[in-house]
Structure formats: structure tokens, C-alpha cells
């Protein structure tokens, strides 16, 4: 399996049977130019993780990408789409993908509206969490880390690491950050014996 970081929380991961690409939003940039992708998938329906514009340009760029959200951020964008949630399971060219996590945003303020949010198993073996720390009930080789955000505490993202013990973590959604390197020390002093932390750098391309 590949993996590009586009920066924040775009990720294209090449299963070696499917490209798939998750949220390109406002917080990150390289993925505008791609084509070939299978699917583009969205956890939620905030601008840093879906960017109107760069969903239509995208899809015409990929008339035969599927396009795979939540109903909210469907309606939101006012596109028709596949719409999943929790629970469902997608055939994508050759790559298994499962919904998971409770359906739900984590908290921000109790003021601010909880919207949905899917998180994304590929294979059994990629976790894309969108903005939230879903559960998991067996072992993960690769998780997609969420490193900075307000609704986030350091603190919190190490517990889930070390709740999901991975053997790779690769931390995203890091642009809210001055200094992200210094969560990153946070995630490799922490994480677990057997978990290996990879920071990507933007547009490389790198096996995990």
C-alpha cells in the first residue's frame, strides 16, 4: 500500500487495486492535478476536509471516480453521491472499505452543532478517522492520526494511538499547528513498543 500526504487530512492511498483520495479540503494543496482515482471520499463536511470547487474539479477530472459520503455533507454540497454511515461496507475496484466510528463529529463546544463524521477502514488495515476516534476490534496496520484541532487534545490523540496500537501511525490534520513537529515528538516518545510513527513528507510518495 502507498501513501501521498497532501497535507491536513488529504491522503491518497494506492491499495495497489484502488485509488482512493480522502477530503480534500481547504488545508491542503498537490491533489488538484490528479486523475485515475477510484473514489473520493469524504469523512465530514467541514471546509478542511471538503472544498466545493476542488470535489468538482476533481470529478471532472474523474468522471468514473465514486464519490462516497455522509448524507449531511451530501446535502450540503448539493451533489449526488453514494451516501454511508457506520455500519457499511463498500466494494471500491478491489480495495474493502468499512464505515466506522459512532457517525458523529467529536465535540468541539457544546455550542457548536455536532455534525456527522465516517471513519474509513481500508482492507482491514488503513484507519482514516475523520474527525473523531473511532473504536476499533482488531488489529490496524496503518492509522492516519489526527494531530492538531480544536476540538483535540495531545493528550487524547495519544491514548487512541496507544488504544489502536498500530504498527504504523502517520500523523495528518496538522495544519491548524505552528509547530507540528512538536506533537510529532509527543506521538514517537508515547506511542507503543511496537508502534512505528512516520510523518510524510507533502506529496511524497511512501510504502507503508
Known amino acids: 500500500m502507498q501513501l501521498t500526504h497532501y497535507g491536513h487530512a488529504c491522503v491518497l492511498v494506492d491499495t495497489g487495486a484502488a485509488r482512493l483520495l480522502f477530503d480534500p479540503g481547504a488545508f491542503s494543496a498537490g491533489f488538484e492535478g490528479l486523475t485515475g482515482l477510484d473514489a473520493i471520499l469524504v469523512t465530514h463536511q467541514h471546509v478542511d476536509h471538503v472544498v ?24 450540503q454540497l448539493g451533489r449526488d453521491a453514494e451516501t454511508v454511515a457506520p455500519g457499511t461496507e463498500l466494494a471500491v475496484a478491489g480495495a474493502r472499505i ?16 455536532v455534525v456527522r463524521n465516517n471513519g474509513y477502514l481500508v482492507d482491514g488495515s488503513l484507519l482514516h478517522p475523520g474527525d473523531a ?28 494511538l496507544r488504544a489502536v496500537a498500530p504498527r504504523t501511525a502517520v500523523p495528518i490534520h496538522e495544519a491548524v499547528l505552528a509547530n507540528p513537529a512538536m506533537h510529532y515528538g509527543l506521538f514517537t516518545n508515547l506511542a507503543p513498543a511496537e508502534t512505528t510513527v512516520r510523518v510524510l513528507d507533502r506529496e511524497q510518495v511512501t510504502a507503508v
Not at 476533481?58 to 446535502?75: S, V
Not at 468499512?98 to 452543532?113: K, L, N, Q, R, Y
Open 98 to 113: 468499512e464505515v466506522v466510528g459512532s457517525g458523529d463529529h467529536a465535540v468541539i463546544h457544546s455550542d457548536i452543532p
Open 52 to 75: 466545493p470547487e476542488a470535489l468538482a474539479a476533481l470529478l471532472k477530472a474523474n468522471p468514473d471516480a465514486r464519490l462516497i459520503l455522509d448524507e449531511e455533507t451530501a446535502a
Open 133 to 160: 476516534y473511532p473504536p476499533v476490534d482488531r488489529p490496524v496496520d496503518t492509522l492516519l492520526l489526527p494531530t492538531g484541532a480544536p476540538w483535540l487534545k495531545a493528550g487524547d490523540a495519544v491514548d487512541y
